[in-house]
Every structure is written in structure tokens, then in C-alpha cells.
């Protein structure tokens, strides 16, 4: 079970600023509606991707039936492990370590090698996740904020097109069909396919 204890503030994963400068727009007319293509496109990749990039503090609880060499958290890249917690007591943070791109927890004995996690129920508090663009410091990897600023840019060219209508016949011009588009098009995914979660491919 996964509870987030301290939400991000923001989650969008690109900033006005940058999508203006792919549109070349230089005022601020559209700027709360080009704010609203922002946070659905950051949300329609976190769904796409089946995982949330910006940085939470969480709490984590793993029941394991039978000994485990490694604990695989649900949320990576990993910034800091507060605690670990077992049956039997805190653990000291010299008897666990992390893989912080993958999120994996080991269990480590007194002098330092690996060991095994033991059944029972364990409780992780951590932190995970990118600082995103406008925050300082932000690691969010680039692919990611280019793939919300093409699906800002491709939503933004789409506008007041009916999505809804499959083909269109226009006197003394012609005959227009087009498909319902795909909540994401295919160079937004493309970017996205490695930070897909398994599962969601």
C-alpha cells in the first residue's frame, strides 16, 4: 500500500514559459487556457506511463509471505529513504541500501553484504520522484518535458476542431476524414516509451 505524505505542489511537467516559446506566442492572452493544456497533458502522460514523476514524500507498506532478496518500491528515482521499519524494529541506515534509479531496497547484514528481507510486513518512508521544470535544481529528463510540450503544441493546433466527427464532406472543396486521434499521438509516446512502468506497454 502506497500513501503519499507529502504531495507535490505542482505537477505539471512542462512551464508556460516554454510552451509560449515552441508557439511563438508573445502575449499573454492564452496564457490560462495554454496553463489548462499543460496540466491535462502532464496528467495524460502520467497516465500513459502508469507513474507520477514529480517528487512526494510517501509512505510505503510491503507484506511479504516469504523471504525477499530485494524490496521494489513503487515510485523511483528514489531522493532519500527517511525509515525502514520491520517487525522487529527500525532499521539503522547502515542496514539497508537503495538503488536509486530503480527503486530497489536491499537488506544488508552488520558488515555490509546483502541479505534477505525477511516475511512480514515492512514500512519504507521515502522520497521519490523529479524536481520538475521552474523548480530549482529540477532533474526531470528533457524527453519527458519535450513529450508535454509537443502534446500542448499538438492540442494547441487542434482547437476548435470537433474530434468527435470521423469524415466531412465540404461543398466545392472536397471530402475530409480523419480517425479519432489518440489521447497522446505518436512522437509524444515515442518520447515517453522508456519511462513506461511494465503493464502499461
Known amino acids: 500500500m502506497l500513501t503519499v505524505i507529502t504531495p507535490a505542489a505542482k505537477r505539471d511537467l512542462t512551464t508556460l514559459d516554454a510552451v509560449?516559446?515552441?508557439?511563438?506566442?508573445?502575449?499573454?492572452?492564452?496564457?490560462?487556457?495554454?496553463?489548462?493544456?499543460?496540466?491535462?497533458?502532464?496528467?495524460a502522460i502520467e497516465s500513459w506511463c502508469g507513474r507520477v514523476f514529480a517528487r512526494e514524500g510517501l509512505r510505503e507498506t510491503v507484506h511479504l509471505t516469504e523471504p525477499a532478496g530485494?524490496?521494489?518500491?513503487?515510485?523511483?528515482?528514489?531522493?532519500?529513504?527517511?525509515?525502514?521499519?520491520?517487525?522487529?524494529g527500525s532499521l539503522a541506515p547502515a542496514l539497508y541500501e537503495a538503488e536509486a534509479e530503480t527503486g530497489m531496497l536491499y537488506r544488508l547484514t552488520a558488515s555490509g553484504a546483502r541479505s534477505v528481507w525477511s516475511p512480514g510486513r515492512i514500512l519504507v518512508d521515502y522520497a521519490a520522484g523529479f524536481l520538475l521544470p521552474g523548480d530549482e535544481g529540477r532533474d526531470l529528463p528533457p524527453d519527458i518535458e519535450r513529450?508535454?510540450?509537443?502534446?500542448?503544441?499538438?492540442?494547441?493546433?487542434?482547437?476548435?476542431?470537433?474530434?468527435?466527427?470521423?469524415?466531412e464532406d465540404v461543398d466545392g472543396v472536397g471530402s475530409f476524414s480523419y480517425g479519432l486521434p489518440a489521447s497522446l499521438s505518436a512522437d509524444v509516446t515515442d518520447l515517453l516509451a522508456p519511462y513506461r512502468l511494465p503493464g502499461f506497454a
Open 70 to 88: 530485494t524490496l521494489l518500491l513503487s515510485r523511483f528515482p528514489l531522493a532519500a529513504i527517511t525509515s525502514v521499519t520491520t517487525e522487529a
Open 20 to 43: 509560449k516559446l515552441e508557439l511563438e506566442v508573445t502575449d499573454d492572452a492564452a496564457d490560462a487556457y495554454l496553463g489548462g493544456l499543460i496540466g491535462q497533458a502532464s496528467r
Open 147 to 167: 513529450a508535454a510540450i509537443l502534446a500542448v503544441r499538438n492540442a494547441w493546433h487542434a482547437r476548435g476542431r470537433d474530434q468527435t466527427v470521423r469524415s
